[in-house]
C-alpha cells in the first residue's frame, strides 16, 4: 500500500513539473505548439478524473456467501463477480476485503483488474470466519485508478455480506486438565457413602443440622458441615463467564469466541464420554443446561450460540450465587471458563478445593497469570489458554 501511494504521488509530481514546463515554454516562445502542449497536460488530469466517474457509474460487483450462518473456522463457498457494464474499457480495478474477523482464500488485495466493455470476473472460492459473532465479510471497498495513475478512487460496496457466525467445536480426543480427577473420582466411589470426609463445608440451607461439625464450628465462630464423600461427590458443573470487558470490536470478540469454543468443546468431550454435567452463566439472570448424554448436545450447543456478553454482568456474582445457593457443593468437579483472574475468584475457588471438590479453571487471555497458575495443586488446577492458540494440548 505505501508503495502504490509513493508510486501516486511520484506521478503527480512529474505532472507537475511538466505542467510548469508548459507554462516557462509559453513565457519564452509562445506559439501554437506551446500552447497546445500547455492545453494538453492541463486537460490531461481533469479527463483522467471524469474517466475514473465513469468507471464508478458503471463498474459492478456482485457477491454472495453460500449462507449467513456459518460456523467459526470452517470454510464457506463465497461468490463474487466483477463486471464492465460500460462502453469503454477499466484500466484498473482492484478489490479490498474485510480482512480483521475472516479471510477469503486464494485473494491478493494487490492484484488489479482490467475489464474491457462487457467483460467478466467471476470468482468461486472459500470464506473462514475466524470469530463467533455478527460481521461483516467479504470485499469491503472498491478501488479504482486512472488511466494515467494520477487519481485513485475508492468507495465502500452499498451492499456487504453480514454473517452470523456459530461458536467453534474442536473435537478434543484427550483432555488433560483431568487426567488426576478419574484417579480421584475412583478413590471417592471407594469410600462408603457413609464415612464423613475429613474436609468441611459452609453450612447453606437445606443442610441436615445433625452433618454439623459442632466443634469446627465452634472454633471458626461459623457453621460448618461435615463432607460425605460419596453422598457430596456427583455431579460436573461448568461455569461460563459472559461479561464484555471492551468496546472495542476487535479487543473483546477475539476473547469471547473462544470462550465459547472452550464451553462448547469441553462439552462435547463430556457429552461423547457419556458424562453428564450442568452449564451455569448469565445473561442477566442465571441460566442453566444440563446435558445428560450425547443427543442432548445440540440443544446445549445452540443456548451457547444465542449466550450475548454484556458490560454488566460478572462472573464473581454468579459463582458467589451458587455457592450461597448450595449448587456448587454437591459437584465432584467444576470448570470454570473466565477471562480474567482475581483475588476474589481465587478465595471461592479455594473454598470448594477445601471442601474436597476439584477446580479446573481455565483463563482465556493474553496475559501474564503465572502468580495463580503456580498455585495449581490436585485439587485446583489453573490453566491458561492464548487468545489465539488452539485447544487441543492445552484443555
Known amino acids: 500500500m505505501k508503495s502504490k501511494m509513493h508510486s501516486l504521488k511520484t506521478r503527480r509530481r512529474m505532472w507537475l513539473i511538466i505542467w510548469i514546463l508548459s507554462i516557462v515554454?509559453?513565457?519564452?516562445?509562445?506559439?501554437?505548439?506551446?500552447y497546445g502542449f500547455f492545453f494538453a497536460v492541463t486537460l490531461l488530469p481533469i479527463i483522467s478524473?471524469?474517466?475514473?466517474?465513469?468507471?464508478?457509474?458503471f463498474f459492478k460487483i456482485y457477491q454472495k456467501l453460500d449462507s449467513r450462518d456459518v460456523v467459526c473456522g470452517k470454510s464457506t463457498p463465497y461468490l463474487f463477480i466483477l463486471r464492465n457494464e460500460g462502453y469503454y474499457p477499466f484500466a484498473s480495478v482492484s478489490v479490498k476485503l474485510f480482512s480483521f474477523f475472516?479471510?477469503?482464500?486464494?485473494?491478493?488485495?494487490?492484484?488489479?483488474?482490467?475489464?474491457?466493455?462487457?467483460?467478466?470476473?467471476?470468482?468461486e472460492t472459500k470464506l473462514v470466519c475466524k470469530y463467533r459473532g455478527e460481521y461483516e465479510v467479504g470485499i469491503r471497498e472498491i478501488e479504482i485508478t486512472d488511466f494515467l495513475r494520477l487519481f485513485r478512487l475508492?468507495?465502500?460496496?452499498?451492499?456487504?455480506?453480514?454473517?452470523?457466525?456459530?461458536?467453534?467445536?474442536?473435537?478434543?480426543?484427550?483432555?488433560?486438565?483431568?487426567?488426576?480427577?478419574?484417579?480421584?473420582?475412583?478413590?471417592?466411589?471407594?469410600?462408603?457413602?457413609?464415612?464423613?470426609?475429613?474436609?468441611?463445608?459452609?453450612?447453606?440451607?437445606?443442610?441436615?443440622?445433625?452433618?454439623?461439625?459442632?466443634?469446627?464450628?465452634?472454633?471458626?465462630?461459623?457453621?460448618?458441615?461435615?463432607?460425605?464423600?460419596?453422598?457430596?461427590?456427583?455431579?460436573i458443573v461448568i461455569l461460563g463467564d459472559t461479561r464484555r470487558?471492551?468496546?472495542?470490536?476487535?479487543?473483546?470478540?477475539?476473547?469471547?469466541?473462544?470462550?465459547?469454543?472452550?464451553?462448547?468443546?469441553?462439552?462435547?468431550?463430556?457429552?461423547?464420554?457419556?458424562?453428564?454435567?450442568?452449564?451455569?452463566?448469565?445473561q442477566g439472570n442465571i441460566n442453566s443446561c444440563t446435558v445428560e448424554s450425547l443427543s442432548g448436545y445440540q440443544e446445549y450447543y445452540n443456548k451457547l450460540d444465542k449466550v450475548r456478553f454484556n458490560q454488566s454482568e460478572s462472573f464473581e456474582v454468579v459463582m458467589k450465587e451458587l455457592l450461597e445457593k448450595g449448587v456448587l457443593w454437591n459437584s465432584k468437579i467444576v470448570f470454570c471458563v473466565i477471562q480474567q483472574m482475581n483475588d476474589h475468584i481465587m478465595d471461592m475457588v479455594n473454598k470448594l478445593s477445601q471442601a474436597g471438590i476439584t477446580v479446573v479453571l481455565y483463563i482465556v487471555t493474553e496475559e501474564n497469570?503465572?502468580?495463580?497458575?503456580?498455585?495449581?495443586?490436585?485439587?485446583?488446577?489453573?490453566?491458561?489458554?492464548?487468545?489465539?492458540?488452539?485447544?487441543?494440548g492445552i484443555l
Not at 515554454?25 to 506551446?34: E, H, K, L, R, V
Not at 498455585?375 to 490453566?383: A, D, P
Open 245 to 282: 470487558h471492551s468496546k472495542d470490536m476487535k479487543e473483546y470478540l477475539p476473547v469471547e469466541s473462544k470462550i465459547l469454543e472452550v464451553l462448547s468443546s469441553l462439552g462435547m468431550f463430556l457429552a461423547e464420554n457419556s458424562v453428564a454435567y450442568t452449564t451455569y452463566y448469565s
Open 154 to 235: 475508492r468507495y465502500k460496496v452499498p451492499s456487504t455480506i453480514r454473517a452470523l457466525v456459530k461458536p467453534k467445536i474442536t473435537r478434543l480426543s484427550y483432555l488433560n486438565s483431568v487426567d488426576s480427577i478419574n484417579s480421584l473420582s475412583k478413590k471417592d466411589y471407594v469410600q462408603a457413602q457413609t464415612e464423613p470426609d475429613v474436609l468441611v463445608r459452609d453450612y447453606v440451607v437445606g443442610d441436615s443440622i445433625k452433618h454439623i461439625a459442632w466443634k469446627i464450628s465452634a472454633r471458626e465462630q461459623t457453621l460448618k458441615v461435615r463432607q460425605f464423600v460419596g453422598e457430596e461427590k456427583q455431579g
Open 49 to 57: 478524473f471524469v474517466y475514473l466517474i465513469f468507471v464508478f457509474s
Open 369 to 392: 497469570y503465572d502468580e495463580y497458575v503456580k498455585q495449581s495443586n490436585e485439587r485446583r488446577k489453573i490453566i491458561t489458554i492464548p487468545v489465539e492458540g488452539e485447544l487441543e
Open 25 to 34: 515554454t509559453i513565457s519564452n516562445y509562445g506559439g501554437p505548439i506551446s
Open 102 to 123: 475472516s479471510y477469503v482464500d486464494n485473494m491478493n488485495e494487490d492484484t488489479e483488474y482490467e475489464l474491457l466493455h462487457g467483460d467478466e470476473y467471476t470468482f
